[in-house]
Structures are given as C-alpha cells and as structure tokens.
C-alpha cells in the first residue's frame, strides 16, 4: 500500500458496462469500483464470462465503460480524446496477455524498445532501456532472437519485460499463465512478484489460476456484474 497522501495508481469508481443488441441489454458491470495503491498486487478471480476481461479492458482504456469513471495516476480517460487517452495508457499502464502479443519480425529487445519509441524515446535511449528490462526478466542473453526462437516461457518473459519498460504504475494482466505448462508458469509466477517487490509496480491480474491469484496481495472476486473481497 502506498501512504495515505499518495494519489492511487489507477482507479476504477462506479463501472457499469452494458452492451445493447436491439431491444436486449446486458449488464456486464452492475457499478464495480476498485482501488490500486503503488505496489499493490490484486487478483481478479470469477467464473468464465463473468466480465472479468471487460473490466480489465476498461480499466486500461481499450473500451469504455456505460457509465462512471476510471481515473490512471489522477487523470480521468473519459475526460480525454483517444489520442490524449492513448497517450496516458501509454505512459501510465502495462499490458500483458495470455498471449504474448508480440511482432513475429522483431527481435526480443526491439518488441521491448517499441513502446518507448511509440511515447517519443530515441532508438538509441529505448534500446538502453530494453537491454536493462530484458535482463531483469534473465533474458540478457536473448535479446537478438525473434519470437520464433524462443521457448513459450521466454516469450511471456518478453511480453512482461515490454509491459514494464515504460515503468508504468500499474500493469493489467489477462491470464498471463494461462497458456503454459505449470513449472513454466510458476517461473512467471515468481517473475512477476519479483517485479512487484523489487521496481513498486503494481499488478491488476485477472486469472483462473488459483495458486497465482493466492500469491497476489489481495483476491478479488467479480460475480454477478459486482466486485468484491473473496
């Protein structure tokens, strides 16, 4: 938790989310608020289709909610045009899914420089970056291999190296062990807590995967379009 004076990393303040497909309408977020603090880790835990993934998407920006607000590092991105909205994700959120995401063309540290160079970094500057970021996940030794060249686990060790590049205040995550084997992913597992404690980044995860959601700080669970402690 952050002091009691420190501005929340991200906040989520009353969501409701309803989709509308001719006369039908539902509600997928029924008024959800939640409260990031500066390395915090919290777990999002709920059945399939409980709208877990669409809260998360509201939360970085990528959608936005039917009503109320979310405000990143104090700045509210419903208040903002896309590219101001865009700017903010940006320089304030991570992202990391179950599925890497990252340019097959690419190599490891310029899948990682990329978002550096997206807010205006120097090649040279964001290259830096990426080299310190990749050795902190341990793939010093990686970084001129391709997506293609490396094992399932060093990918997702990519993808969480890209997510913190930027040094954002919070990082959401969507599954991020959900598509490896066990022992890989409680490498990533150990990883991400690692970060958490080390670099003061929060982390916002989504997951099925009982033994990570029992490692974050707090549990969450979302059911029934409504947030609360589990």
Known sequence: MSDGGAEPVLVGDNL???YR????????LAGVSLCVNAGESVAVIGHS?????????????????TSG???????SL??????????????GLGFI??????LPEFTALENVALPLMIGGSSAADAASAAREMLGEVGLAARLEHKPGELSGGERQRVA???ALVTRPGCVLADEPTGNLDRGTARGVQELMLRLNRELGISFVVVTHDEELAGLMGRRMLLESGRLREA
């Not at 607000?69 to 700045?75: D, K």
């Not at 419903?78 to 320089?91: L, P, Q, T």
């Not at 899914?97 to 990252?102: E, R």
């Open 49 to 65: 289709g409980s709208g877990k993934t669409t809260l998360l998407n509201i939360l970085g920006g990528l959608d936005l909610p």
């Open 16 to 18: 409701r989310r309803v």
């Open 69 to 75: 607000e979310v405000r990143v590092g104090g700045r």
């Open 21 to 28: 497909e001719g006369p039908q309408e539902l509600e997928v």
């Open 160 to 162: 969480i190296a890209r």
């Open 78 to 91: 419903s208040a903002v045009g896309e590219r101001e909205r865009s700017r903010i994700r940006n320089a």
């Open 97 to 102: 899914y179950q599925l890497h995401h990252l």
